[in-house]
């Protein structure tokens, strides 16, 4: 009995001893993943505080580009005569590359065609069209927009499996079709000017005809009547609204497109104009797509933002 009762403190004492011992491995286990914590947070917001400095620095960089290019187009050199047309050119496809997605370049690059043009008259004119530089400039530039809404379409898994992008073929040579052209299965389409051409949307919902006449070789332009309708219409209605423009190389998807009632967008822009063909792209946006002017944030982040993902 007296054996017993010995053992019990002893018991006592180990049982003790191993909740101290536990206690202070708790501690400092607790202690180590607090400072891994506060170093994970620290490094965070050091890169945070560091993304934010280069932000601010390119921001500023950027408006410091924007004045020096925009201060002698808009402005007037000395004595009061503008500036050399060649000058302007040349800050005009600065501008034009470097700001492209956030402003409308497309008046500033008109006013230097209108000089580029009134130089030409009385000028036998001898070499590369001196418009060219600006219209390969808008070339290029209208490629790297498509490439954006292509990453946005990647991205945003809206489509329904249709032509994101449609390459249309128009020939001055062919006869015209005596039905509505529509798309191949490589989003290809071969039609002469005045065909009508019908175009549906990726997921299926809209129909955009289109109709092209009056190409321009010389100016490299050519008059377009978009007529986006309902394709469970099977036709437009005479109620369907219409639109009549003219297509020059100074047209860009994320400037000049068009938003439907159904959230689908559209975009026509040129890709070239050779000898007697003149090749368009129509491309349709992500719907519920919204070009960088209309917002301040990153398209699939807004998504991700509204869908609660």
């Given amino acids: ?77 000395s004595g009061d005569k503008p500036i050399p047309v060649d000058r ?3 800050m005009t496809e600065l501008l034009a590359l470097n700001f492209h997605e956030n402003f409308e370049m497309k008046p500033l690059m008109e006013d230097v065609i ?32 498509k490439a954006t809404i292509s990453r946005e379409w990647a991205a945003s898994n809206s489509g329904g499996g249709g032509c994101e992008a449609i390459y249309l073929n128009l020939n001055s040579t062919m006869e015209r079709h005596e039905e509505p052209v529509t798309a191949d299965k490589d989003c290809q389409v071969s039609a002469a000017f005045s065909d009508i051409v019908d175009l549906k949307s990726p997921d299926g919902n809209s129909t955009l005809r289109l109709v092209a006449v009056h190409p321009d070789f010389d100016n490299q332009t050519i008059r377009v009547t ?4 309902l394709s469970s219409q099977k036709l437009p209605k005479s109620t369907d609204t219409q639109y009549n423009f003219t297509l020059t190389w100074l047209n860009l998807p994320l400037t000049d497109n068009t ?51």
């Fill in 1 to 77: 009995m007296a054996e017993g009762n010995a053992a019990a403190p002893q018991t006592k004492f180990r049982i003790l001893d191993f909740l101290e011992v536990l206690a202070k491995l708790v501690g400092a286990s607790a202690v180590l993943v607090v400072a891994l914590i506060a170093n994970n947070l620290q490094s965070k917001l050091t890169g945070v505080s560091i993304q934010s400095q280069r932000e601010q620095a390119e921001s500023q960089l950027r408006a410091s580009m924007f004045t020096s290019l925009i201060g002698p187009v808009a402005g007037t050199s």
């Fill in 88 to 90: 302007e050119l040349i």
């Fill in 114 to 145: 209108k000089r580029l043009n009134a130089e030409r008259v009385g000028k036998q004119q001898t070499g590369d069209d001196p418009r060219e530089p600006l219209w390969s400039v808008a070339r290029r530039i209208s490629e790297r927009q």
């Fill in 226 to 229: 978009a007529q986006p309708f």
């Fill in 259 to 309: 938003i439907l009632s159904d959230g689908n967008r559209f975009a026509a822009y040129l890709r070239s104009v050779y000898s007697d063909t003149v090749s368009v792209t129509v491309m349709w946006f992500p719907k519920g797509y919204f070009t960088p002017r209309e917002r301040p944030l990153n398209y699939t982040d807004v998504q991700q933002l509204l869908l609660g993902r």
